[in-house]
């Protein structure tokens, strides 16, 4: 569960933000104040999301790609046979 959450996190915290609306239409008579705590708590939850996407991307960035060693082979074979 925790693996679904941690891939999904964005997908998860967007269907509680739509259940809000929701809850106002089907339950009339919750208070202001419930709906506020509410939303406040997802909006906490979309900033960790966001941080934790932005931390994955910045991860991915540093990784070196497969392509770049066949780039470099590339410009040696290159280099080899303009030397011929």
Sequence with gaps: MNSFISTHIVRV???LAALI???TAWYPAIPWEALVAAAA???GAGELAQRHEDN???SALH???PLD???WLQAELTK???AR
């Design 13 to 15: 915290v967007a269907a």
């Design 21 to 23: 609306p929701l809850l």
């Design 41 to 43: 708590a997802l909006l």
């Design 56 to 58: 994955k991307t910045v």
């Design 63 to 65: 990784e070196t790609s």
């Design 69 to 71: 060693s066949a780039a």
């Design 80 to 82: 080899v046979e303009q």
